[in-house]
């Protein structure tokens, strides 16, 4: 159980163009979706979390109208990198977290997205 | 804000061997996970840990959560190929937002 996808795992897209992400929870109804990229041979960084039905909460440094987060329901939230530019170029990753009642719940990550923008 | 040391960084060993590996964070934390991560993948969750002085196994794995709540340790037995890969550990603080924090990662490459 627990199994997270993503959708595209990697797309090429031209400098100036958007590009959306969607992250599905398969089995599972995810309250919380988070979103991370990861740079080569580093450790993920949390860019944003989203509750179902609410505003995302962007961190530090993430530009909110740059990187739109839209979880609109229970299983699917989607990051758009609006107007990309070579350096968006990353591996992004989202997860979720199961809102099993009463039990510990634990993230779980997607397959991850590799976005090249040339 | 809270960080977590990773180490070793990266480890080169011999297919048999042990591997051991550990976080320590500048402050307490709630729950700490071990993740793996394969090249081009997200993270596979291997070990949660709730309690301190917890000792838990998944097959070869095992990981401690330290007394103090400011440290965890993953230790796999008997190292086989397909144990390449990056793992990270992550701490869970329930007070401070339930976010995780991520250690830095250790690569672990195994030669057969």
């Known amino acids: 159980g627990a199994v997270v996808s993503q959708h595209p795992s990697r797309v090429i897209c031209k400098s100036g163009t958007s590009v959306k992400i969607e992250c599905r929870s398969l089995d599972f109804q995810a309250t919380t979706m988070f979103w991370y990229r990861q740079f080569p041979k580093q450790s993920l960084m949390l860019m944003a979390t989203s509750n179902e039905g609410s505003k995302a909460t962007y961190e530090q440094g993430v530009e909110k109208d740059k990187f739109l987060i839209n979880h609109a329901s229970l299983t699917l939230s989607t990051l758009t990198v609006t107007s990309a530019h070579p350096e968006d170029s990353s591996f992004y990753i989202c997860?979720?977290?199961?809102?099993?009642?009463?039990?510990?719940?634990?993230?779980?990550f997607g397959p991850g997205t590799r976005l090249t923008v040339t | 804000g809270q960080q977590l040391n990773q180490s070793p960084q990266s480890m080169f060993i011999q297919e048999g061997e042990d591997v051991s590996m550990n976080c320590t964070s500048s402050s307490i934390f709630n729950t700490w996970l071990w993740y793996k991560q394969e090249p081009g993948e997200g993270p596979v969750l291997l070990i949660a840990l709730y309690k301190a002085g917890e000792l838990t196994s998944n097959g070869r794995l095992t990981a401690q959560f330290g007394i103090t709540r400011k440290d965890s340790f993953l230790n796999i037995s008997a190292s086989i190929p397909s144990d390449v890969g990056i793992y990270f550990c992550a701490g869970r603080n329930n007070n401070a937002g339930n976010m995780l924090t991520f250690g830095g990662g250790t690569r672990l490459m195994v030669k057969p």
């Open positions: 997860s979720a977290r199961d809102r099993t009642g009463g039990a510990p719940y634990e993230q779980y």
